[in-house]
C-alpha cells in the first residue's frame, strides 16, 4: 500500500482537523460564553442549513471544491459565509414578526479558502451575530460592544478594532475609473495607489500624501485631520466632498462608540472586504499574536430588500472561533 | 521596556543601502553594520532590531511576523504576493527585469515554444501569456545569463542593473517587464499594534 493511501485511511483531510477532546472542550467552553454575551444582549439563535444554492454567498467566496448537487441536479455548496442564510431566513420570517428589529446568533464551521497565493482549504468555526432593522449607525456600536466583550472573555485580552467606510473605496475606484484596486488596498500599497493617483492627473506630492493618508492613517485623529486639511485644497473637488462626508460620518461614529470601545478603535480610511455585500460602515478586529483579522464584519443594507423586499439597515460580524487554536 | 521594533533585511547590497539609508533619516544609530557574521543585529539605543537573511525570506518573515518590518525589491515583492503591507518605495535598490537574449538572434519570437529561463516565473508568464506568446519556464537559481550559451533557454527574464553582466556574456536586453526599487514593507498585525512607532518611521522616511 501506498504512504500516501495509509496517511488517507489514518488522517483527515488536510486543513479539516479531528478535534480532541481538549481542543473539542476548549471550544465549547469558549463558544458557550460567546453565546451567553450574546443571549444578554437578547440576540436568538439560528441555524441555518450547512449546504445552500452557490448564488447565496458573495461572489468572491465560491469554490467548486465544495460544490456537490441536489436530487434535481441543481448545484449546492457548503457555506463559506452566514450574514445572506440569516437574511434568507429572516425574510421568510418577517411577516410573522412584531418588531422588525431581530438580533440573531450563530455558531457553526464555515468553508473556506484562506489563502491569497497557494489553495489552502479550511474549515473555519465561527461565531457570528447580525443586528436587522437598526441604523448601522447604532448597530455597529451595539456590535462592536458585543464583540468586545466576547474577544476579551475568550482570547483573554483586549482586541482592537479598525473601523472604515466601505463607500470611500467604491468612490476612489470611481475617481480613479478602475475596478481592480481590491489588492492593492487589501495589501496597503502605497506606492501602487500614488501611480494610479498620479496616472489621473494629481500631482506627484498631493498622489503620493493621499495613499499614504488613506492606507496609514495617523493613530490620532487630531493628526489625521490636519492631515487632511492640507491635502484637500489640492484634490478635485467631486473627491474631496465624498472622502469629507465618509471622513465626518466615521469621526462621527466613532465619536458614539461605547467608551470601552471608543478607546481601542481606530480609523481605517481606506477599508475593503472580500465580500461584496456591505455598503456602508465596516470592520475588523485584531488580537495580537493572530496573523488575520479574527473578527470581521459590517453594515449591509440592501440585502433585507433583496430577499423580503422590504427596505431594512442590518449589520453583523463574524468571529472566527479557530483564532483559538492560532495564538 | 518595550520589545523593540524588528526590521527584516535582505543580506547584502541592499541591507547596506538600507542601514545608511535610516541613519541618514535618523532612524538608527549606526550607518553601517559591523563586518561580524552575526545575523541578529541590536540599536539599543533607538529600540530596533535587526535580522539580516536571504532577501526572498524577508517577505515571508515579516508575513508571519517573525519581523514587524522588512525592506524588499518589487521584484521579490511582485514574484511572491505576500501578505505584507508597502507604505513606501525607497529611493535605492533600482534595477528592472527585463528579457535578453543571445546577441544577433533576434527571430527568438518566432520559435512555436520559446524556452524563457528565469528566477521569476510568476512575473514571467503573465508578461508573455498576456502577449500571447507560448512558453516554457525553466526556473533556475543563478547564473541566469548562461542558460541559453548551454542551451537550456532561449531567452532568459532576470534582473539588470547597469547592463554590465548582459553584455559580458554575449547577451542584448530587449524589453524591461518591470522597474523595480527597494519597498518598506510592514507586517499587518504590527501595523495594528504598533501603529504609533511604524507611522513615526514612515513619516521620518518620507517627511510628509
Excluded at chain 1, 463558544?31 to 439563535?45: C, D, F, I, K, N
Excluded at chain 1, 428589529?101 to 479550511?122: E, G, H, M, N, Q
Excluded at chain 1, 472573555?153 to 481590491?182: M, W
Excluded at chain 2, 536586453?173 to 511604524?198: C, G, H, M, Q, Y
Amino acid at each position: 500500500m501506498k504512504h500516501s493511501e495509509i496517511y488517507r485511511q489514518r488522517r483527515a483531510p488536510y486543513g479539516f482537523p479531528f478535534l480532541d477532546t481538549e481542543a473539542t472542550k476548549l471550544l465549547q467552553d469558549k463558544t458557550r460564553e460567546s453565546q451567553s454575551v450574546l443571549q444578554s444582549l437578547g440576540y436568538e439563535r439560528v441555524m441555518p442549513p450547512s449546504l445552500d444554492y452557490p448564488d447565496t454567498f458573495s461572489d468572491n467566496e465560491r469554490f467548486d471544491s465544495f460544490r456537490t448537487r441536489d436530487h434535481l441536479g441543481d448545484d449546492l455548496s457548503l457555506r463559506s459565509d452566514v450574514t445572506v442564510q440569516v437574511i434568507k431566513g429572516y425574510a421568510n420570517l418577517i411577516e410573522r414578526s412584531e418588531s422588525p428589529v431581530r438580533r440573531f446568533f450563530y455558531t457553526v464551521p464555515v468553508f473556506r479558502d484562506i489563502s491569497r497565493s497557494y489553495p489552502a482549504l479550511r474549515e473555519v468555526y465561527q461565531i457570528g451575530a447580525e443586528a436587522i432593522g437598526l441604523t448601522a449607525a447604532s448597530a455597529v456600536g451595539e456590535l462592536l460592544e458585543s464583540a468586545r466583550k466576547i474577544m476579551q472573555e475568550i482570547f483573554q485580552e483586549s482586541p482592537v478594532f479598525l473601523t472604515g467606510d466601505v463607500n470611500a473605496y467604491y468612490e476612489v475606484e470611481k475617481f480613479l475609473g478602475r475596478d481592480d484596486l481590491r489588492d492593492i488596498v487589501r495589501n496597503k500599497n502605497a506606492p501602487l495607489l500614488a501611480q494610479a493617483f498620479l496616472s489621473v492627473g494629481l500631482d506627484y506630492g498631493d498622489a503620493e500624501n493621499l495613499s499614504r493618508l488613506l492606507l496609514f492613517a495617523p493613530v490620532t485623529n487630531e493628526e489625521y485631520n490636519s492631515r487632511w486639511e492640507n491635502l484637500r485644497p489640492g484634490l478635485p473637488l467631486e473627491l474631496a466632498r465624498t472622502l469629507e462626508n465618509i471622513r465626518s460620518d466615521l469621526l462621527s461614529l466613532l465619536q458614539n462608540l461605547p467608551v470601552a470601545v471608543r478607546s481601542i478603535s481606530r480609523i481605517e480610511p481606506l477599508l475593503i472586504r472580500k465580500t461584496t455585500y456591505y455598503t456602508d460602515f465596516i470592520f475588523e478586529g485584531y488580537i495580537q499574536g493572530i496573523k488575520s483579522p479574527a473578527l470581521r464584519g459590517g453594515s449591509y443594507n440592501h440585502l433585507v430588500e433583496e430577499y423580503s423586499g422590504q427596505s431594512m439597515p442590518a449589520s453583523g460580524f463574524a468571529l472566527d472561533l479557530s483564532a483559538l487554536s492560532r495564538i | 521596556m518595550d520589545k523593540p521594533l524588528r526590521i527584516a533585511l535582505p543580506k547584502g547590497r541592499m541591507s547596506d543601502d538600507s542601514v545608511e539609508y535610516f541613519y541618514r533619516h535618523g532612524i538608527t544609530s549606526f550607518s553601517k553594520f559591523s563586518v561580524d557574521r552575526e545575523l541578529i543585529i541590536a540599536d539599543k539605543e533607538k529600540g530596533l532590531e535587526f535580522l539580516l537573511i536571504r532577501s526572498k525570506d524577508v517577505g515571508a518573515y515579516v508575513e508571519q511576523g517573525a519581523a514587524d518590518i522588512g525592506v524588499l525589491g518589487h521584484d521579490v515583492l511582485a514574484e511572491h504576493n505576500f501578505e505584507v503591507l508597502t507604505p513606501v518605495a525607497l529611493p535605492f535598490g533600482a534595477c528592472r527585469l527585463s528579457i535578453a537574449y543571445p546577441n544577433g538572434k533576434t527571430d527568438w519570437q518566432n520559435k512555436r515554444n520559446i524556452r524563457v529561463a528565469t528566477k521569476y516565473p510568476k512575473l514571467t508568464s503573465r508578461y508573455f501569456f498576456e502577449r500571447g506568446f507560448n512558453i516554457t519556464i525553466v526556473e533556475l537559481y543563478g547564473s541566469i545569463e548562461i542558460a541559453p550559451l548551454t542551451g537550456i533557454s532561449d531567452v532568459i527574464v532576470d534582473l539588470v542593473s547597469t547592463g554590465n553582466t548582459l553584455k559580458a556574456n554575449g547577451l542584448s536586453e530587449e524589453e524591461s517587464i518591470l522597474d523595480s526599487t527597494a519597498r518598506l514593507i510592514v507586517n499587518p498585525v504590527s501595523w495594528v499594534f504598533r501603529r504609533a512607532e511604524i507611522s513615526k518611521m514612515i513619516d521620518t522616511l518620507t517627511a510628509f
